[in-house]
């Protein structure tokens, strides 16, 4: 794209000064001010969340092998830090499809966000755009598309389509009517994952009512009373607002199912038709194999995401942070971000250092919202971007862009990466 645009925030703190709040002994005030990770936002949240609520978010497909290979491949990986660097400079804004962000991380697509906290999506969106960084609302939200685009207008829409050509021409033209310029479509799920932790903690889609599902709601008063009956009392039963063109299925529901029809018949024909029509950006999300990666590069796609779902859908599949690097080889010009595990500004940077562009994060931001909605959202973001910039600072450099492999030591080889690929980032 021939301009840039920017999406900051001057009001924004400073990542800088709140690198050294621990030790001047600063508190947050509210119900996050004890929180001072990503992960303690789990635990905070499964005091607020329904157990099938909770159940849905938290888990992943059958073993959950997948979940958490994403955690080990970042843990395997050290960081090689270098000293006396003079790193005053320092900022960790990155550009993406002619867009500037103020950090190197997003909000993942998360599907019925709007059930963990009050208008969930629209507490994401405006988060991140507040903050200046990138959100992708999911086709399985609950909030109508038009409605988060008017919030936050440089919003990324993210799909799962079906196999039948008129539908996903439909759902183009609303969602570019939308005012949407970032498009990413969700190739990995031709079939549903096998959640059986969902149906161990009572979740399913839609809900059924039942007994213990009242009952499940009835020990979360914040919840029932803050998110559920807030929500049917000013906007009625919540639907599936933007799987397609038209309205799906209600959220709660004894009889009515939803539609996942042909999504097994959608495959490289189809995306090719998404390219010719779409004018905006094209991002592939789900991708782990080079050939793939290689494949969307072909037909155009501007960028791909590196991505098992956080491990929702194929248990066993690689972790994305272990095929990135060949990944990046394959992408020549194509923008690689990744998600799937993020949890630290140390696992941000080492993506960033295999040939990321930039990371997508999930449920931290889900449990964050449920926690304590846009306040809750926004101290999330604060505490990984401090992450972030004191990690910068301590591998002795001054932006992203200085990141590779030379930063980064394999502990099951024994040997620095940059050892290997001669001090040089993936695909550089």
Not at 125 to 153: F, H, K, Q
Not at 207 to 213: A, E, I, K, M
Not at 334 to 339: A, H, I, R
């Amino acid at each position: 794209m021939s301009s840039t645009r920017t999406s900051t925030d001057p009001r924004l703190p400073d990542p800088t000064a709140q690198a050294w709040q621990a030790f001047q002994g600063g508190r947050r005030r509210g119900r996050t001010a004890d929180l001072l990770a990503l992960e303690d936002f789990e635990a905070a949240a499964k005091r607020v969340l329904p157990r099938p609520i909770f159940g849905y978010v938290a888990g992943a497909a059958e073993d959950n092998q997948a979940r958490d290979d994403n955690r080990r491949a970042f843990e395997e990986l050290a960081l090689v830090p270098r000293v006396l660097c003079n790193v005053a400079q320092r900022q960790q804004g990155v550009t993406l499809f002619g867009t500037a962000y103020r950090s190197p991380f997003g909000i993942a697509p998360m599907g019925i966000a709007a059930l963990s906290a009050y208008r969930g999506d629209l507490v994401l969106a405006r988060a991140a755009a507040r903050a200046g960084i990138p959100a992708v609302l999911s086709g399985s939200s609950l909030t109508r598309l038009e409605s988060v685009m008017e919030a936050a207008p440089g919003t990324w829409f993210q799909a799962y389509l079906p196999g039948t050509p008129e539908r996903i021409d439909a759902l183009l033209q609303r969602v570019a009517a939308a005012g949407v310029q970032t498009l990413v479509v969700t190739v990995d799920i031709p079939v549903a994952g096998n959640r059986e932790n969902n149906l161990r903690s009572g979740f399913s889609t839609p809900l059924r009512p039942s007994l213990r599902l009242a009952w499940d709601g009835a020990t979360r008063p914040r919840w029932l009373f803050g998110t559920l009956l807030r929500t049917l009392l000013r906007h009625g039963m919540p639907h599936f607002e933007n799987s397609f063109a038209e309205r799906g299925a209600p959220i709660l529901s004894s009889r009515v199912q939803r539609d996942f029809a042909a999504r097994d018949h959608f495959d490289w024909s189809h995306l090719e038709g998404i390219r010719r029509q779409w004018r905006g950006v094209l991002v592939v999300k789900g991708i782990l194999s080079p050939l793939d990666a290689a494949r969307a590069r072909q037909l155009g796609a501007d960028g791909i995401v590196v991505s098992n779902h956080g491990g929702r859908q194929l248990d066993g599949a690689v972790a994305p942070l272990r095929v990135l690097p060949a990944i990046a080889e394959e992408a020549g010009d194509m923008t690689v971000l990744l998600d799937s595990g993020v949890r630290r500004g140390t696992d941000v940077l080492k993506a960033l250092a295999l040939g990321a562009r930039a990371v997508f994060v999930g449920r931290p931001f889900n449990f964050a919202a449920a926690v304590d909605g846009e306040a809750g959202v926004d101290h999330a973001i604060d505490l990984l971007r401090a992450e972030v910039d004191r990690n910068l600072a301590m591998l002795g450099v001054n932006g992203c862009a200085a990141l590779g492999p030379q930063h980064l030591f394999d502990r099951r080889a024994g040997w620095a990466l940059g050892a290997a690929t001669g001090g040089q980032r993936p695909g550089g």
